[in-house]
């Protein structure tokens, strides 16, 4: 038996030891008696006499602080200037002695002394404010010795990060549960609050596997531990949520699981082919959240009341689905409904299911809005031609590729030839659209993806259009439900005015969505995953950057693929795909999205960052905010975010390839080499300037792109095809619009020059979405092997062009295959990165490349770069959680913000 004895009398701070054996008799350790000891003088000898430990608590004086504790060994007493202050006949130290001489005291004990004041009135005054304060801490430190003593130990632990809706509650129940732990799990604002109790081996067992896995969607940032007074209890539990704020993130949106799609094909399970099934492993996350901490009352679902069944399930932690907030099922969930809007289809089938039905629609060739997991799609048979042809009227998406959904990776390779790590990123929990390899005899309707041999692919990813695509039988056509420029379409009424009288039918369902999120498109990139579109799946995204901004900070983005960022102290979290902020629709978007986000993840940002652009869209956003602005060049940005995103803060040399930056001189910058740091660039080299008559609108007319370039380096047109498709009227007046300056910038784009090209070889004259010319070149480029490059030259930091462009001029007089000029050109833009870094690394000794741009998603430019740069003896950093397009621009602008901060 383990004795605490408080000692003292009732009055003043001489009371402090009883009061805290007043506070621990309320719930006494585990194995104690405790007891309150009014001046025992020799009884003290009784009190210690049978005892296996003890802990003796009294007001002591040493001229330390009120409310210091002293924690000292039984026998230290007599020996240190702590003088206990209760007394009967002789002190507690004379009483403790003569116990030791006669064998009485245990072998295990603690004297803890609180400090009080030197001077008190014990007829009138109670605790003085320090001894009171310091009571409740003395008890606990009194249980810390009484766990220490019965071989016990607890643990606080709290975990940061995207911990919440991930299944972290149920993961940290079952570890606790595996090693026989005490205590409890709650979600805590945007936290994971944690306390185990038990043997202080099974305890640090518990943190070491706590810190070694985490479920498949989670991601502890920190784990902060903290030793915690031992309370007793006998099981674990999961608690409440308690409120409080904080910078953190919820969980993406999680494909469904091996486990959910057995219950969906069980004709005996209670879910059997119930569109809305899902666990703690899978399901909505980002986008039915409303607020923290992670409940089902914050969220879109809270509207459906849990059947017996479900609250079952939820509240049992040994069952997957305990905790699972958009727990449902056929009795008490969201239910889906098929709308027909075509009479031509109302015989397709005589399904009763809703889904069943869609399917019927599909396979007779029709179109269907669907409304899904962030937003809708569009969807149709992908080996009807005629049915995509539809679609794409629809749509008013001319040529842009298409992304094709399939039930199965079995399915997928049928379609394209993957590589193990396509297959890998395909199947992972975020199932984004991956951009792999064609089989040219595939059964892929042509129109798919016109002018590439690479197709979207994705695995149907909520038991919805898993159900769908296999009712189907077929691959389909799984598209975003939106016009070109506009957001996402959200629910049932958007879908019907937008696509209504197009569609065949909509199918539709009753669950909230409360942030649009459009689909993540993927790609591999040497092995390794990169991202074109980060959306859902990946969103949101939490990165961890090397520096800390003093306040928060919002960065606005670019106009194009926008993105935003709130960075607090060092961490920063990038938003949704937000679109082109052009259109009006798309920036209410933003606003809103912008204002969930905030709601969301308790971060209120006090300074806004923008690109450079005096007349950009982002810009315009971010000045109406009425908080403080700062503008940040383009291609810093595009540098910085990805120094950032690796870990890195600079400086580095940074080669940034893309198509419209403004530039600090007023030219539209795009082929730059940098030498940055988080805070300020200076630009080394860069693509000459040439002409660009028309500025904006001349980006969807390579052939006019071409036609400026030649003739301000030829001042003629040297090849007859262009002067053709021109025709002599137009020529005239770009030679006019050239010569005088007239709606004509300078640019040094890497993405014009692709144009130019582009159209040089016949590829592409104009185009109907953005890069479409350098992707059909890219893909006429890969069907051929590298055999050298072209020339080029250094003129005062500037790369000349003429002598490419005349080589290029020359292979097609010489009837040399457009394939194997486009492997040329790409071959000669790979040596151009290379002499550019090698350019900066002799002027600086800087031996870090950064690539980024949009540019960088040719993988034959960056595949060629890496190899040519590592060659080269290079350390080449790449985007690996952002895309190096403009949806990565946010993060350079938000972490630059902060460096200039950090430096004025």
Known sequence: MIRIIGIGSPFGDDAAGLEVARLLKLRPPPGCEVIAADRPGATLIDLLDGATAAILVDAARSGASPGTIHDLELGDLGRTPVGLVSSHAFGVADGVA?????????????????????????????????????????????????????????????????????????????????????????????????????????????????????????????????????????????????????????????????????????????????????????????????????????????????????????????????????????????????????????????????????????????????????????????????????????????????????????????????????????????????????????????????????????????PLHYLLVRDAARPLVMTSANLPGEPLCRNAQELHSKFGAGADASLLHDRPIHQRCDDGVWMNVRGAPQPIRASRGSTPRAITVPIDAASPILAVGGDIKNTFCLLSGNRALMSQYIGTLENAATRDHFLESLTRWKALIGIEPHLVAHDLHPSSSSRALAESLGLPTVAVQHHHAHIAACLAENGESGPAIGIAFDGTGYGVDGAIWGGEALLADLSSFKRIAHLEYLPLPGADAAIRHPARVAAAYLLAQFGELPVARIGDVLGRERIRILERMIERGINTVRTSSAGRLFDAVAALVGVRDDVTYEAQAAIELEALARSVGSDGFYPFSFESGAVVLKSLLAAIISDARSGVSCATIARRFHSTMVEIVGAMAELVRRESGINIVALSGGCFQNRLLLDGSIERLELAGFRVLIHRRLPANDGGLALGQAVIAAGRASVE
């Open 98 to 462: 003569l116990a030791s001489a006669l064998g009485r005291v245990p072998a295990r004990g603690r004297v803890l002394g609180i400090e009080a004041p030197p001077a008190f009135a014990p007829e009138i005054d109670g605790l003085s404010p320090a001894v009171s304060a310091a009571v409740g801490r003395a008890a606990d430190l009194a249980r810390e010795w009484v766990s220490k003593f019965n071989g016990r130990a607890r643990e606080r632990l709290v975990l940061t990060g995207t911990v919440q809706g991930v299944g972290m509650r149920p993961h940290v129940w079952r570890l606790a549960h595996d090693l026989g732990l005490a205590g409890f799990v709650r979600n805590a604002g945007a936290v994971v609050e944690i306390e185990v109790e038990g043997s202080p081996e099974d305890v640090s067992e518990f943190r070491r596997r706590l810190s070694m896995s985490a479920p498949p969607a989670a991601s502890i940032d920190k784990l902060e531990v903290r030793t915690a007074a031992c309370r007793g209890d006998d099981e674990f539990r999961a608690l409440a949520s308690s409120g409080g704020v904080g910078a953190s993130v919820i969980a993406p949106d999680l494909a469904m699981c091996a486990a959910c799609r057995e219950e969906l094909l069980d004709p005996d399970d209670r879910r059997y082919r119930y569109p809305f099934i899902n666990c703690t492993q899978c399901g909505p996350r980002f986008t039915v959240v409303e607020a923290h901490p992670y409940d089902r009352e914050r969220t879109t679902l809270r509207g459906f009341r849990m059947c017996a069944d479900c609250a079952r399930e939820y509240n049992d932690p040994a069952n997957r689905r305990f905790h699972a907030e958009p727990i449902a099922c056929p009795k008490c969930g969201p239910r889906a409904w098929l709308e027909l809007l075509s009479d031509a289809l109302c015989g397709a089938g005589c399904e009763t299911d809703c889904v069943a039905q869609a399917g019927a629609v599909l396979r007779h060739g029709g179109v269907i809005a669907i409304l899904g997991l962030g937003g809708g799609h569009l969807a149709c048979d992908a080996t009807n031609e005629t049915a995509v042809a539809r679609l794409r009227g629809i749509k008013r998406r001319e040529h842009k590729p298409l992304a094709v959904m399939v039930e199965s990776i079995e399915s997928a390779r049928t379609l394209a030839a993957l590589a193990d790590c396509d297959e890998t990123l395909l199947v992972s929990p975020s199932a984004p659209i991956v951009l792999v390899q064609a089989r040219p005899d595939g059964p892929l309707a042509p129109s798919i993806a016109p002018g590439t041999d690479q197709v979207g692919l994705v695995l149907a990813y909520t």
